[in-house]
């Protein structure tokens, strides 16, 4: 059928394999830590960088990725451990980050640039630029090199930061290698499936895989299968919905990841409660 | 700027302070940052909803942070809170994909919803802050002693029959009725740097409950009135101002803490 055969489909299902494979582990640690908030946060974050590269007529995924590297820089400088705290960091970086957004849309005098936003916010993967297909590839695969490498001490930290120092662990180098690697997958998924969807995919299949299994090693990979899964489940049922109503020019493939990615979590939420954790 | 013209605008200004300040300083408290940041989200597709079905904004606004509210209870329950809270945004925000697609929403409508319109608040919108601010500050009187109890030791609160899943609730149902408010007039994107903002500074300067909810409203006002006032004479956008305010109100907190030794 002409799925198989579209150019454009091909894009999207190698930008939907990559982005589910880095999603899943750098979500099965953003889970385990509780920081889906700065997760989210990064992609709105990110947003801001991507529209400040709009205005310099620069790559959107460079202003994406130097702005998001930023903010978590400044959310670590500030340097709080308790998890409220972190949030209201995270808020307030956040916040002021949206400010930013709201300032540099005020700057783009053209009513396309409001119609630009759009696309970064909800996304399209069918509308991904070919071109940027190598270095989308490329930031894959260092982010899956980074978290390969700090995959032990990360998980030490993770679980317990008292135990991992004691053992000799760097927490604080490590957290901050591990935001790195966070706005990195923020960066990729929020250039494809959108900023304000990218959240979905890097908590959902994160969240599924631990409610079904409880080694780590395991969530990771499970995570990046079901991340690619609902990916590509998605963006056929948006194909497929080329000729649904109401006007037959498809509905957007975000939403059908999102759907796909809720329907893998409650069908998870199904499994019964001696074999799943309630910490996620 | 004191026109009047210019009064409704000061006047639901003023009112969203008022109301954030207040419902800020327990967001802050409970660590409710983030559903301060989804259910406002999770409105804004309930708007673009609302105008893809052809009925009030209001109406959708309220329907989805209210179910929004009330799923991030329920799911918080079986799930962690931060993961609940993210789940439901996304099913919110996918959704809201949808309707935008779907309704080819026009895109100014799309940006006064995210960013507010503050400088054009028509009698309709302000009395709908009066109304909805005046039920907001009720429901926190009311349930000021066990939301603060819950809040601050939440184990004694439950052992002493105040339901931590029960005030979770209500709480976020109070935030729902915040975001329906403030959502016109501030935008989506900027209501919560209003709720968590001034609260995290009032914080920093007093620990005692009531001089910090005062505190936080006066620097919400102040942040509010500035941002206005600005924005009329520079035309800078209200949002930028308010973000830029808020992260300074914060950095005059942090500092303080830091130069009394003190390391929140």
């Given at each position: 059928m002409g799925f198989w055969s579209s150019a454009p489909v091909h894009t999207a299902l190698w930008v939907g394999l990559l982005v589910g494979v880095v999603c899943g582990p750098v979500g099965v640690f953003t889970v385990m830590r509780g920081q889906s908030f700065a997760g989210h946060s990064l992609s709105d974050i990110g947003t801001t960088g991507g529209a400040g590269a709009y205005l310099l007529g620069v790559n959107v995924l460079y202003g994406f990725v130097a702005f998001n590297v930023l903010a978590a820089t400044a959310m670590e400088a500030a340097g709080v451990q308790r998890a409220r705290s972190r949030d209201v960091t995270t808020g307030i970086v956040l916040g002021a980050s949206l400010g930013l957004t709201a300032l540099f849309l005020h700057w783009q005098?053209?009513?396309s640039t409001t119609g630009a936003t759009m696309t970064v916010l909800f996304g399209s993967i069918f509308t991904?630029?070919?071109?940027t297909l190598p270095l989308v590839a490329g930031l894959s695969l260092a982010t899956l090199a980074l978290i390969a490498l700090l995959y032990r001490p990360l998980l030490l930290a993770s679980v317990s930061s008292e135990i991992a120092a004691a053992r000799g662990v760097p927490v604080k180098l490590v957290g901050a290698a591990y935001l790195v690697a966070l706005s990195l997958a923020v960066s990729l998924s929020a250039i494809s499936i959108g900023a304000i969807l990218s959240t979905a995919l890097l908590i959902g299949p994160a969240a599924t895989a631990l409610r079904l299994t409880r080694r780590p090693g395991a969530a990771v990979v499970v995570a990046a299968a079901v991340g690619v899964a609902v990916t590509w489940l998605g963006i056929a049922l948006s194909y497929l919905s080329y000729?649904?109503?109401?006007?037959?020019?498809?509905?957007p493939v975000s939403f059908f990841v999102v759907a796909m990615v809720l329907t893998a979590y409650f069908l998870s939420l199904l499994v019964p409660a001696e074999r799943a954790r309630r910490t996620v | 700027m004191f026109s009047a013209l210019m009064a409704n605008t000061w006047l639901a200004a003023t009112l969203v302070a008022v109301v954030a300040g207040v419902v800020g300083f327990f967001t802050v408290m409970r660590g409710s940052s983030f559903a301060a940041h989804a259910l406002p989200n999770g409105a804004f597709a309930g708007a673009a909803g609302a105008t893809l079905i052809g009925t009030s904004t209001l109406l959708g606004l309220g329907t989805f942070s209210v179910a929004g509210a009330l799923a991030i209870a329920a799911l918080g329950r079986r799930a962690r809170n931060d993961v609940a809270t993210a789940l439901v945004m996304a099913a919110m925000l996918g959704l809201g994909a949808l309707f935008l697609s779907v309704g080819h929403s026009y895109a100014p409508e799309v940006d006064a919803l995210l960013f507010g319109q503050i400088l054009a608040v028509s009698n309709g919108q302000v009395e709908a802050c009066v109304v909805m601010g005046a039920l907001t500050v009720l429901a926190v009187v009311a349930m000021y002693r066990p939301l603060l109890f819950s809040s601050v030791s939440p184990d004694v609160a439950e052992a002493r029959g105040v339901r931590a899943a029960v005030v979770e609730t209500l709480f976020l149902l109070v935030v729902a009725l915040v975001t329906t408010m403030a959502v016109p007039v501030v935008g989506a994107l900027l209501i919560f740097a209003l709720l968590v903002g001034p609260a995290a500074s009032a914080r920093a300067f007093t620990s005692r409950p009531e001089a910090a909810v005062a505190l936080s409203v006066l620097i919400a006002l102040i942040v509010v009135w500035a941002s206005v006032a600005v924005a009329y004479e520079t035309n800078l956008p209200v949002g930028f101002l308010v973000g830029a305010l808020v992260a300074v109100a914060y950095v005059a907190g942090r500092l303080y803490t830091w130069s009394r030794g003190g390391n929140g």
């Open positions: 005098t053209s009513s991904f630029q070919k071109s000729d649904w109503p109401p006007d037959h020019r498809g509905w | -």
